[in-house]
């Protein structure tokens, strides 16, 4: 079968390519044609845009880039008709995703499955109606999910998490290989992840390099997004900061803590086991908590406190990210062997809550044999 995929940012390139990989397991004549990265090529098939040139972050730098976005919008719906897929994946991503699965629906009528669906859990709620419209079948990553789904009347399966069952396989593969550590220092390490997006590097690493200065015992390190160079990283870091590349996973085993933009990260960064306060930026300054209250319907902005229902780890969030109150909180972790001994619990709560599905196998293979009983 035909497959057309659409991916927006480095979370949905590593998802998009394992579920590639999963969907030639199971179909021999799988073709691919997508919006996505480097994993994804790898898997073969026709690039069309790289995500890198699609991460537009915030309604201010979305207004400033509408005509890249239309672009993008151009240059996928010329491709998927082009290709005339079997059907179109979606992949997170919803600004874009969802004005495709509008577009494929409309004037093409061809299937629409989404994977790893939009939060509206946790604002937009009203993208329901586009999704009870123009999807056919939505794949959710987190057991709440399913509930808050139904709550609004649309079904949806859960097929396990793909970062916990990407985080077991690395666990497994290390365990195996006994790695060298990434970084050479006979200091602890305090691990960096500042976001994927510039924009969002630009407002939090500043910051968080800052702590250097705080705690001189110990040595600082970025783990780096593959999507932007390291000059970009060096121009914001005044301290003697380490960046890595293309080794998050074996960084953070390695760290004794770690602040991390909020994201995916923070749920990869508590599957492997280390402490963290998660830090988000948001433009706004004073306003944002009153915003929050207004928008945002739930308690907390990071998946780690989300999946527990309980703030497992301290979250900062504008007006509260600030150079004082993230030393604070810093220091907590790192001087309190009980306060890490609390957070590694509600981590292992998490972990059991997410179960030990494959998200990848499981959501092709609900692909695959959906196509096939259309065809048949």
Same mark, same amino acid.
């Given at each position: 079968?035909?497959?057309?995929?659409?991916?927006?940012?480095?979370?949905?390139?590593?998802?998009?390519?394992?579920?590639?990989?999963?969907?030639?397991?199971?179909?021999?004549?799988?073709?691919?044609?997508?919006?996505?990265?480097?994993?994804?090529?790898?898997?073969?098939?026709?690039?069309?845009?790289?995500?890198?040139?699609?991460?537009?972050?915030?309604?201010?730098?979305?207004?400033?880039?509408?005509?890249?976005?239309?672009?993008?919008?151009?240059?996928?719906?010329?491709?998927?008709?082009?290709?005339?897929?079997?059907?179109?994946?979606?992949?997170?991503?919803?600004?874009?995703?969802?004005?495709?699965?509008?577009?494929?629906?409309?004037?093409?009528?061809?299937?629409?499955?989404?994977?790893?669906?939009?939060?509206?859990?946790?604002?937009?709620?009203?993208?329901?109606?586009?999704?009870?419209?123009?999807?056919?079948?939505?794949?959710?990553?987190?057991?709440?999910?399913?509930?808050?789904?139904?709550?609004?009347?649309?079904?949806?399966?859960?097929?396990?998490?793909?970062?916990?069952?990407?985080?077991?396989?690395?666990?497994?593969?290390?365990?195996?290989?006994?790695?060298?550590?990434?970084?050479?220092?006979?200091?602890?390490?305090?691990?960096?992840?500042?976001?994927?997006?510039?924009?969002?590097?630009?407002?939090? /690493?500043?910051?968080?390099?800052?702590?250097?200065?705080?705690?001189?015992?110990?040595?600082?390190?970025?783990?780096?997004?593959?999507?932007?160079?390291?000059?970009?990283?060096?121009?914001? /870091?005044?301290?003697?900061?380490?960046?890595?590349?293309?080794?998050?996973?074996?960084? /953070?085993?390695?760290?004794?803590?770690?602040?991390?933009?909020?994201?995916?990260?923070?749920?990869?960064?508590?599957?492997?086991?280390?402490?963290?306060?998660?830090?988000?930026?948001?433009?706004?300054?004073?306003?944002?908590?009153?915003?929050?209250?207004?928008?945002?319907?739930?308690?907390?902005?990071?998946?780690?406190?989300?999946?527990?229902?309980?703030?497992?780890?301290?979250?900062?969030?504008?007006?509260?990210?600030?150079?004082?109150?993230?030393?604070?909180?810093?220091?907590?972790?790192?001087?309190?062997?009980?306060?890490?001994?609390?957070?590694?619990?509600?981590?292992?709560?998490?972990?059991?809550?997410?179960?030990?599905?494959?998200?990848?196998?499981?959501?092709?293979?609900?692909?695959?044999?959906?196509?096939?009983?259309?065809?048949?």
């Amino acid at each position: 079968m035909r497959y057309f995929l659409v991916a927006g940012e480095a979370s949905g390139d590593l998802h998009g390519a394992s579920l590639m990989r999963e969907l030639k397991t199971i179909d021999a004549n799988a073709e691919f044609c997508f919006l996505g990265g480097d994993l994804m090529r790898k898997e073969g098939g026709t690039l069309v845009q790289h995500y890198k040139n699609m991460a537009f972050m915030g309604i201010v730098n979305v207004i400033l880039n509408l005509k890249k976005i239309a672009k993008n919008f151009e240059l996928c719906t010329k491709a998927i008709r082009q290709f005339s897929p079997d059907v179109v994946i979606l992949i997170d991503y919803p600004g874009f995703n969802l004005k495709v699965a509008k577009y494929v629906k409309t004037t093409l009528n061809t299937p629409v499955y989404y994977y790893i669906a939009p939060k509206l859990w946790a604002w937009k709620e009203y993208r329901i109606k586009t999704i009870k419209r123009y999807v056919d079948k939505m794949f959710v990553i987190f057991p709440f999910e399913t509930d808050y789904f139904a709550t609004l009347g649309y079904k949806v399966d859960y097929v396990g998490n793909p970062t916990a069952e990407t985080i077991d396989k690395f666990l497994k593969r290390s365990d195996e290989a006994n790695l060298t550590p990434p970084v050479s220092t006979n200091k602890p390490i305090i691990a960096l992840l500042s976001g994927s997006r510039r924009q969002e590097v630009a407002k939090c /690493l500043p910051i968080m390099a800052k702590m250097a200065a705080y705690f001189p015992d110990y040595k600082f390190v970025v783990a780096a997004a593959p999507n932007i160079e390291r000059d970009f990283y060096n121009k914001l /870091l005044t301290a003697d900061i380490e960046v890595v590349y293309d080794n998050t996973y074996n960084v /953070l085993i390695q760290a004794e803590a770690a602040i991390v933009n909020s994201g995916t990260a923070t749920l990869e960064t508590a599957l492997l086991g280390t402490p963290q306060v998660v830090v988000y930026h948001v433009v706004g300054g004073l306003i944002v908590p009153l915003l929050r209250k207004i928008l945002i319907k739930i308690p907390f902005v990071s998946l780690v406190n989300l999946i527990a229902c309980k703030e497992a780890v301290k979250e900062l969030i504008t007006p509260n990210f600030t150079e004082k109150k993230l030393r604070d909180e810093l220091a907590k972790i790192i001087e309190n062997p009980h306060k890490i001994d609390e957070i590694k619990k509600d981590y292992s709560q998490i972990r059991k809550k997410l179960g030990v599905e494959s998200a990848s196998n499981n959501t092709a293979s609900m692909i695959y044999k959906s196509l096939n009983n259309k065809k048949g």
